[in-house]
C-alpha cells in the first residue's frame, strides 16, 4: 500500500527524472537529451521463454533506448523492472509470478516507487488477473501491444500512476518488432541478429497456448523484412535468424506461390541476396510446413544453414492425432529422409512432450524408437503442462507427474547418448565456425557456432571476434564442441564454400 499511496504523487526516485513538457526534449538538440539521458528512469527487463520472447524484450530495450531510458544492469538498481512472460508451461508463469512477488517484497522494504510491469505471453492470457493477485504491478503489456511498453511507462511515470491493462489485438503490430540494440547500450556491435517476421500461429494444436497468447498468424511483407536484415548487415550482422511462432507459415495467406515456391522460401531467396550477409538461420517451424520447396532450398541457398529445427512431439500415430499435428510418424521419417538426402550433414533437432494425456507406455516406447532412428543431434524435451482452455487440458487420462518425470528421465537419458555420439563423431574434423562472442560458462574463452547448429568453445583473441574461420575439433562434451588454438586458421570469409560437415553418421 505504501507504493499505492504514493502513486498520486512522487516516487522517492522519481527526482532523477526531469520532466519537461514533453519528456523527450528532442526538439531542444541532442545535447540536452545527451544530458537528460543521464538521469532518465532506468529500466530493466527479465525475459523467461524462447527466441521470440528475447527478440520482444530486445526490441522493447531498443524503443526505451530511443526515447531516453537507460538500462539498468540488474533489477536491484532499476526504476522500472518488466518481466516478458512466457506460458507454454505452468512453471514458467509460476516463476515470473514468484520473482514478481519477490521483487516487490524487495521494493517494499528497501526501495519504493519502483514500477512493475508485465508484458508478453501471460500478461496477454490473464490481463487484469495479474493485477488483481499483485497490486503492486502498474503494467500489463499483451503480445500486440509490445511497442506502446514506451508511451505507458512515460504516462506512469508522469503520474498519478493509474494501472494500465493494454492488451487488445492491435491491426499490423507484427510489423512493430523492429528495432535491434545494435547502437544502444551494448559495446560491441553483435555478429548474430533475430528478425521477427510473423506473429501468431494458426495450428491449434491440442496442448498449446499459443493461438490464445500470440492471435492468429499474421505476416510482415518481404520488402519491410529484407530492409530490416539489410541495415542489420551494414552495421555489421553477419547471421540472421529469422523467426515466428511457425515460421514456415509466414505469407501463407498474403504471398501468392511463385513457380511452386511458397512465401517463406521466397523470403529465404530474398534474404540470400543481401550481400555480406553470410548465415541465414530460421525458427520455429512446423514439420507440416517443411514442402519440396523449403527442402530444395536448402540445397540450393548457400546461406541457409544446413540446420533444421523440427519439433515432432511425439513418435506415436495416436499421440500425434490426439495432439492434433497433422503428420505421421512416417511422414515425419520420410521428411528427414529428404533433408538429409539434399544435405547430408544436415543438423537436426526436436521438440518432445512427454506425458502428454493417455500416452500409454507402447507410445512412449515409439517415441523413444523414433529419437533412435532419427538419430537426431538435440531434443528439447518437455513434460507435458495442460494450459488453461486448451482441448487437451479437459481430456481424460491426465497421467501422474511421477510418470510424466520418469518418461522425461528416460528420453532424456536416451538423446544424451545420441548426443554423446554424435558430437565426439566430430572430434578430429575441422568446422566451419561463426565467432559470436565470450562463451557463456567461461567469458575468457570465445565461442562460435558451425553451419549445423553446433556450439564450439575455443581459446582465441580480439582478432577472432565476428570471423567466418575454421576450427579443429579437439574433444565434445556435452552439447559442446571445444577447439584446439593452436590449430585454428583464420581464413577469408565464403559462404560460396562447402562447409566442413561431417559425414552422417549412422
Ligand atoms: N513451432 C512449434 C511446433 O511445431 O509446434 C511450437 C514451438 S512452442 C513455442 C515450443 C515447444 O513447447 C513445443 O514444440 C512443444 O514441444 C512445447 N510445448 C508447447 N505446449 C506445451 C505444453 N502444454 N506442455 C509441454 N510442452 C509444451
Avoid: W
Avoid at 505504501?2 to 532523477?16: I, L, Q
Avoid at 526501495?111 to 503494467?139: E, H, K, N, T, Y
Avoid at 501468392?256 to 529465404?268: I, Y
Amino acid at each position: 500500500m505504501g507504493r499505492r499511496s504514493a502513486a498520486g504523487g512522487e516516487s522517492p526516485r522519481m527526482p532523477r527524472l526531469i520532466r519537461p513538457s514533453s519528456p523527450f526534449p528532442r526538439a531542444r538538440g541532442s545535447l540536452i537529451l545527451h544530458a537528460l539521458r543521464a538521469v532518465m528512469p532506468s529500466v530493466y527487463i527479465k525475459t523467461y521463454g524462447c527466441q521470440m520472447n528475447e527478440r520482444d524484450s530486445e526490441a522493447v530495450s531498443a524503443q526505451l533506448v530511443a526515447k531516453g531510458y537507460t538500462l539498468a544492469p540488474s533489477e536491484s538498481t532499476a526504476d522500472v523492472v518488466l518481466l516478458n512472460t512466457c506460458s507454454i508451461r505452468d512453471m514458467a508463469e509460476q516463476k515470473a509470478i514468484n520473482k514478481m512477488q519477490n521483487l516487490i517484497a524487495e521494493s517494499r522494504r528497501n526501495r519504493p516507487g519502483v514500477v512493475f510491469g508485465f508484458m508478453g505471453c501471460m500478461a496477454q492470457s490473464r490481463g487484469q488477473r495479474l493485477i488483481d493477485r499483485l497490486p503492486d504491478v502498474d503494467l500489463v503489456v499483451g503480445t500486440q501491444k509490445f511497442h506502446r511498453t514506451a508511451e505507458h511507462l512515460d504516462t506512469l511515470l508522469k503520474g498519478p500512476r493509474r494501472k494500465v491493462v493494454d492488451i487488445g489485438p492491435e491491426e499490423g503490430s507484427q510489423s512493430t518488432i523492429r528495432e535491434h540494440l545494435l547502437n544502444g547500450q551494448v559495446s560491441r556491435t553483435a555478429v548474430t541478429a533475430f528478425v521477427s517476421i510473423m506473429q501468431g500461429c494458426n495450428q491449434h494444436c491440442t496442448f498449446c497456448i499459443v493461438p490464445q497468447t500470440r492471435g492468429s498468424e499474421r505476416s510482415r511483407t518481404i520488402g519491410d523484412i529484407v530492409a530490416e536484415c539489410r541495415e542489420l548487415v551494414s552495421r555489421g550482422v553477419r547471421e540472421i535468424t529469422l523467426l515466428g511462432q511457425i515460421v514456415t507459415s509466414f505469407g501463407r495467406r498474403d504471398i501468392a506461390p511463385v513457380q511452386g515456391r511458397s512465401g517463406f522460401v521466397q523470403l529465404l531467396e530474398a534474404v540470400q541476396d543481401i550481400d555480406g550477409l553470410e548465415r541465414i538461420r530460421f525458427t520455429s517451424p512446423h514439420p507440416k510446413g517443411y514442402g519440396d520447396d523449403l527442402v530444395e532450398a536448402y540445397g540450393r541457398l548457400s546461406k541457409l544453414v544446413e540446420s533444421a529445427h523440427l519439433p515432432v512431439q511425439s513418435g506415436s500415430d495416436r499421440m500425434l492425432k490426439a495432439m492434433h499435428r497433422g503428420y505421421t510418424r512416417e511422414q515425419f521419417l520420410k521428411l528427414i529422409g529428404k533433408l538429409r538426402g539434399v544435405q547430408p550433414g544436415m543438423g537436426i533437432t526436436t521438440d518432445i512432450i512427454v506425458g502428454f494425456p493417455g500416452e500409454t507406455d507402447d507410445d512412449f516406447a515409439r517415441t523413444l524408437s523414433l529419437v533412435r532412428e532419427v538419430d537426431f543431434d538435440m531434443a528439447f524435451i518437455f513434460k507435458y503442462s495442460p494450459r488453461h482452455n486448451t482441448p487437451a487440458a479437459a481430456l481424460p487420462d491426465q497421467l501422474p507427474r511421477a510418470m510424466r518425470e520418469e518418461r522425461n528421465q528416460a528420453l532424456l537419458e536416451v538423446m544424451n547418448d545420441i548426443a554423446a555420439r554424435r558430437y565426439g563423431a566430430f572430434v578430429g574434423r575441422t568446422v566451419e565456425i561463426l565467432v559470436e562472442g565470450p562463451s557463456r560458462k567461461n567469458p575468457a574463452r570465445l565461442m562460435g557456432r558451425t553451419r549445423c547448429n553446433k556450439i564450439v568453445v575455443f581459446e582465441g583473441g580480439e582478432r577472432h571476434r565476428d570471423q567466418v574461420m575454421d576450427v579443429r575439433v579437439t574433444r565434445s562434451g556435452g552439447f559442446t564442441l571445444y577447439g584446439d588454438p593452436a590449430i585454428v586458421n583464420l581464413e577469408p570469409a565464403s559462404h560460396a564454400a562447402a562447409p566442413h560437415l561431417p559425414a552422417p553418421i549412422s
